[in-house]
């Protein structure tokens, strides 16, 4: 059964660091993306970073310079590091995998996100408070 299971999320202050991660299954070895995203209470659904073959990696302005998406081939796992975060990164986080024939972009990420392609975490809450 195809399973991406997220995990790492907590309460921290402004400013502080957390690393999500999520284990992917090996039915979803094929995936060429592997992105983040996430849900903050009454808003939409936001393209946080993708990571296109483990490599080519697209973020949102919001996060820019602050979080990092990486690959790890090995462990089968995607993590997504998280630094001086701030009250407005509170949200529900999720995992998803999909195989696309096209290249990362920025449109990619947000029409990822709108459409919700693929396969798909059940999620870990970050809370940061100020």
């Known amino acids: 059964q195809a399973q991406l299971v997220e995990s790492g999320g907590g309460s921290v202050q402004a400013g502080g660091s957390l690393r999500l991660a999520c284990v992917v299954s090996r039915e979803l070895y094929t995936s060429n993306y592997m992105g983040w995203f996430r849900r903050a209470p009454g808003q939409g659904r936001e393209g946080v970073a993708l990571?296109?073959?483990?490599?080519?990696?697209v973020y949102a302005d919001s996060v820019k310079d602050r979080f990092t998406i990486s690959q790890d081939n090995v462990k089968k796992t995607v993590y997504l590091q998280m630094d001086s975060l701030k009250p407005e990164d509170t949200a529900m986080y999720y995992c998803a995998a999909v195989y696309l024939n096209m290249g990362p972009s920025a449109d990619l990420l947000e029409n990822w996100a709108r459409t919700r392609l693929g396969n798909w975490g059940q999620g870990t809450q970050v809370t940061v408070s100020s």
């Open positions: 990571i296109y073959r483990g490599e080519s990696t």
